[in-house]
């Protein structure tokens, strides 16, 4: 080996996989301007464009863009199935750019309608809900096999820093230059991710595959790979490969997991909501402007980004955790409603966001060592929808609440709904005995590391 190679390999991921570099790029640029398109959006129909019901606009809004990631699951999982995830890359970004652009040049000409704001949102949304399952498939064709980790955890936290940036420059935005100047930037971003993605080189699907086998026959792994059929490399060509099984028949065999997943939807329910009752409490309680809009954003994104990084350094078992982080939540999300002021809430919103950092880091590792390697992308596209599908509805609901119910009521709603969710997954961890990881071949060698019972 020579001197270069591993000085290269100290380089960070984007910097030594130029293709990588690209396409993190195009994800950081799409996720920070959908992100500032929502946000803003939301504060100019808060603090400016909306009348009497601004609070129900706001969550119609929002309802409208965070429909499309559940509704159109099964058709996306279709598409990157079937067309090759460059070209599907590529064209998402560019639509959505040549949405956005048009709507801004409106918007600069005149006012642009409540119902064009509307079928904005659903076009950057419907685009994103496919770019952002397809980045995710594609990661093996981008990288060595040696690399996945890193760039898995590359894109996990780009998602959390194009939030972070995108929560944050959307209402500052709407203050310096309206509406108009939140699609043309959207719009912009968009149009210059395109390129970046079709730039890039992708492996196809059977190299990556290939390569993943050629680091076994190298003995780089002594434990056997399992191929795309969910059966082992080694067994390969031995009888007829298993017939995948359907999302229901993988629910069905997974009952703790699947009443780990139906709490959390519940809570999703309330902690959501926060995105509407964020932008109403600056308005009715703190009397402010879309800076601390941008600064309350930044601290629950700040916190989210704090809680993946330290989640994985939490005591006690998932559970448990999982548990006590609803519990905080409560008290976090209930505070404001108590105690008004700037302090308040943006302490409030950064123990929230850590509570869902660490909550996703232990939560998603205990699936990925319970559920098996077959029934992964079936189970995590079931994970999506369920945990996905009490947006629309928390944002409607809080929404129309907003126009009877102050801001303060509607924080302290919030903090009353996780107590009993908190309560009924702690009773979960203490009467339901985890399911236990199904071993195949390709997994036993690694079954003995994780005690029987045991999921931290």
């Known amino acids: 080996m020579s001197a270069a190679e591993p000085r290269a390999r100290r380089l960070p991921l984007v910097l ?10 195009a994800q950081l640029l799409t996720q920070a301007a959908g992100r500032m398109f929502q946000v803003g959006a939301v504060w100019w129909l808060v603090g400016f464009a909306g009348g009497e019901r601004r609070g129900l606009e706001s969550g119609l809004f929002l309802m409208v863009s965070t ?25 998402a970004a560019a639509v959505a750019g040549a949405v956005a652009l048009p709507a801004a ?8 309608p409540m119902a064009a704001v509307y079928a904005v949102g659903l076009a950057l949304a419907a685009c994103q809900a496919v770019f952002d399952p397809c980045l995710t498939t594609s990661v093996p064709e981008l990288v060595e096999d040696a690399d996945i980790e890193a760039a898995t955890g590359f894109e996990l936290s780009t998602q959390s820093l194009a939030g972070l940036g995108g929560g944050l420059l959307g209402p500052l935005l709407v203050d310096a230059g309206g509406l108009p100047a939140v699609v043309a930037v959207c719009g912009t971003a968009y149009l210059l991710a395109a390129p970046l993605v079709a730039s890039a080189r992708f492996r196809h699907a059977t190299d990556a595959t290939d390569a993943t086998d050629a680091t076994d026959a190298t003995g780089a792994s002594d434990v056997p ?30 009952p703790f997991i699947r009443r780990v997943l139906l709490c959390f ?47 994985a350094r939490v005591p006690g078992r998932p559970v448990a955790v999982g548990s006590a982080c609803l519990a905080v939540m409560a008290v976090a999300l209930g ?112 079954a003995h590391l994780t005690p029987a019972g045991e999921t931290s």
């Not at 996989?17 to 690209?22: K, L, V």
């Not at 990631?69 to 599907?88: E, F, I």
């Not at 040049?105 to 642009?112: R, V």
């Open 16 to 25: 030594r996989n130029p293709s990588f570099g690209r396409v993190w790029t």
């Open 67 to 91: 429909l499309p990631a559940v509704a159109l699951a099964p058709v996306v999982a279709r598409v990157v199935a079937r067309h090759a995830h460059r070209t599907v890359l590529a064209v």
């Open 105 to 112: 040049l409106w918007a600069y000409t005149g006012d642009l």
């Open 225 to 254: 790979q399992d191929a795309p059929d969910g059966s082992t490399a080694a067994g390969a060509g031995h009888g007829t490969p298993p017939a995948p099984r359907t999302l229901r028949q993988v629910l069905a065999g997974l």
């Open 265 to 311: 939807a519940a809570a999703n329910l309330f902690t959501t909501a926060v995105y509407v009752v964020m932008p109403l409490y600056t308005r009715g309680v703190l009397h402010s402007t879309g800076s601390t809009v941008a600064t309350l954003e930044a601290a629950l994104g700040a916190g989210t980004l704090a809680g993946s990084f330290t989640g």
């Open 335 to 446: 505070l404001p409603g108590l105690w008004a002021g700037h302090a308040t809430a943006i302490g409030a919103l950064a123990v929230a966001g850590w509570c869902v950092g660490v909550i996703g880091v232990r939560f998603v590792a205990l699936f990925q060592r319970l559920v098996p390697t077959a029934d992964k992308p079936g189970f995590f596209a079931v994970m999506q929808a369920l945990l996905g599908a009490t947006f629309p509805l928390s944002s409607l609901v809080f929404g129309a609440l907003g126009d009877h119910l102050g801001a303060r009521a509607l924080c302290l709603v919030q903090g009353a709904g996780l107590v009993p969710v908190a309560l009924a997954l702690w009773w979960l961890g203490g009467r339901a005995r985890p399911d236990a990881p199904r071993t195949s071949p390709a997994n036993a060698a690694t």
